[in-house]
């Protein structure tokens, strides 16, 4: 399985930005999404988390700015972030746990809970 994040860019404080993570392989459902985000000299740190059922969980930082999503007909994660600020840029790095099959001792296994990460797409926003 491989997550493919997407939709970072420049935009001026207060715009909009809408992130993707497309997960691909052979996959039975995408369990939980979660979007991290690390700016130069910090450490990474969680955005917001979404289960299957449509759970989520949002950082103070970004609460009421950000809304998280999870499409498993289309295996993909969304993030919508409005009202962004310069103290948003970072490189944001899409995370999923995943039922899976893999093929494995000669067999095609379920693999329950597999985490994968995408590489980062980064967002830069200027004041």
């Known amino acids: 399985v491989q997550l493919q994040a997407s939709g970072g860019g420049s935009v001026q404080a207060g715009g909009y930005l809408s992130l993707a993570c497309a997960a691909s392989?052979?996959?039975?459902?995408?369990?939980?999404m979660s979007w991290y985000r690390q700016a130069p000299g910090k450490q990474r740190e969680l955005v917001a988390t979404?289960?299957?059922?449509?759970?989520?969980n949002i950082a103070d930082s970004v609460k009421g700015r950000v809304t998280i999503s999870l499409d498993n007909s289309k295996n993909t994660g969304y993030l919508q972030m409005n009202s962004l600020k310069p103290e948003d840029t970072a490189v944001y790095y899409c995370?999923?746990?995943?039922?899976?099959?893999?093929?494995?001792?000669?067999?095609?296994?379920?693999?329950?809970?597999?985490?994968?990460w995408g590489k980062g797409t980064l967002v830069t926003v200027s004041s």
């Open positions: 392989g052979r996959i039975l459902n995408i369990n939980h």
């Open positions: 995370n999923a746990k995943v039922y899976e099959i893999r093929h494995d001792s000669g067999s095609d296994l379920h693999y329950f809970g597999m985490e994968h």
């Open positions: 979404v289960t299957d059922g449509g759970s989520t």
